[in-house]
């Protein structure tokens, strides 16, 4: 059977089982298991660490076994969170770390194992495994997610209207030290608040943050849901989120930002003692392979880094979005320069709010 209509079939049928398993998403600790009731099984399964959502890891992981007879257990959670645990050797071993965005896993690409796919060949030039260890997966720009029930006649076109009083705290915004879609977010903004040069944008983050009210999300899984289920009106996530909700017509638009979006791809790689080095190879060869690029384009709601892909239909060409680029050897080296400082002018504004407080209540 040729792979268009495997697929087809296969989503369709795991359509009910996908809502069972609910949207756990990214910052959620959750295992799945697959050909082992939902636990491990030893040394006999190839392991993946992954922060992406549970609806987009079960088909992929699920072909993948069929095809090939190799057993998957997948852990998920934070970017940051699985980053630590892969670096400490936590147990279960990893086998394999997928996804988390390039400027949150390649600081820490010496925990990697060197491979180039064949599929390499195929690969868009800005998306080149040139470090030799990590594979690009898609192309994830950051988005403002927009719920269009609740956000009524407020105008949002990009960060400088997220100031807007009407907006303080209804916003989902997760912490950057955990989730990389937030990271990204928070590059974004330095650079398109910076006019180009990140420390010029951090007095708008400092505005930004007093708009959050006191609200910072543990999980990216939490910002997408929120807005989706109606409890925030505006939400910053990674476009694959919010098109998922588009997608199946929901409440909600997304808003590329005028001031200028920051696409970033993200990575699949091998982890450096990995006990599993062939499996490990076909799965990075599965996911980096025209089958499963196009199922991940066409039906999972992200833009494929080959050539020969095209981009899902009711997205945006990127032609059409005002992209801006950040430094790479910037981003990588200030990252925990830039993590203590967001942190800190966080906790000052929480400060702030409750001295205010403090000085209403005692009048």
């Not at 600081?107 to 990697?112: I, T």
């Not at 030290?177 to 708008?204: C, F, K, R, V």
Request: hydrophobic fraction near 35%; glycine fraction near 12%; charge should be negative.
């Amino acid at each position: 059977m040729g792979m268009k209509k495997s697929w087809n079939k296969y989503i369709t049928v795991i359509g009910m089982s996908l809502c069972l398993a609910g949207c756990a998403g990214s910052g959620t600790s959750a295992a799945v298991g697959h050909g082992a009731d939902g636990d491990y099984a030893g040394d006999e399964e190839l392991v993946i660490y992954c922060p992406h959502p549970l609806e987009f890891i079960n088909p992929i992981v699920s072909e993948f076994e069929g095809r090939t007879g190799i057993r998957v257990y997948v852990q998920t959670g934070g970017t940051g969170e699985l980053l630590k645990m892969a670096e400490e050797g936590s147990d279960p071993p990893c086998d394999i770390f997928w996804g988390g965005s390039l400027s949150t896993t390649s600081p820490k690409r010496e925990l990697f194992e060197p491979y180039i796919s064949p599929n390499e060949d195929m690969v868009r030039d800005e998306f080149k495994n040139r470090e030799g260890n990590m594979s690009r997966f898609t192309d994830i720009p950051s988005v403002i997610m927009v719920n269009t029930n609740l956000i009524g006649d407020v105008e949002v076109e990009g960060y400088g209207d997220l100031l807007k009083p009407e907006l303080r705290g209804r916003i989902a915004m997760c912490d950057p030290a955990t989730s990389s879609s937030a990271y990204e977010h928070l590059i974004n903004m330095l650079y398109a608040m910076g006019d180009g040069d990140p420390e010029q944008g951090w007095d708008y983050v400092e505005d930004f943050c007093r708009n959050l009210d006191g609200i910072l999300l543990g999980g990216s899984g939490e910002v997408y849901q929120g807005v989706a289920r109606g409890k925030y009106a505006v939400g910053l996530t990674f476009e694959e989120a919010a098109a998922h909700y588009v997608a199946d017509k929901g409440p909600v638009k997304l808003v590329y930002m005028k001031e200028g979006v920051i696409s970033t791809p993200d990575s699949v790689c091998i982890v450096k003692g990995s006990c599993h080095v062939e499996e490990a190879r076909a799965f990075v060869d599965f996911v980096t392979g025209k089958d499963a690029q196009t199922v991940i384009s066409m039906r999972l709601d992200r833009r494929s880094v080959r050539k020969d892909v095209e981009e899902p239909s009711y997205l945006p060409d990127k032609e059409d979005i005002h992209i801006i680029y950040s430094r790479e050897d910037e981003v990588n080296s200030r990252k925990g320069t830039w993590l203590e400082h967001f942190a800190s002018i966080y906790s000052m504004v929480l400060e702030e709010d409750a001295g205010m407080s403090g000085e209403v209540g005692s009048q």
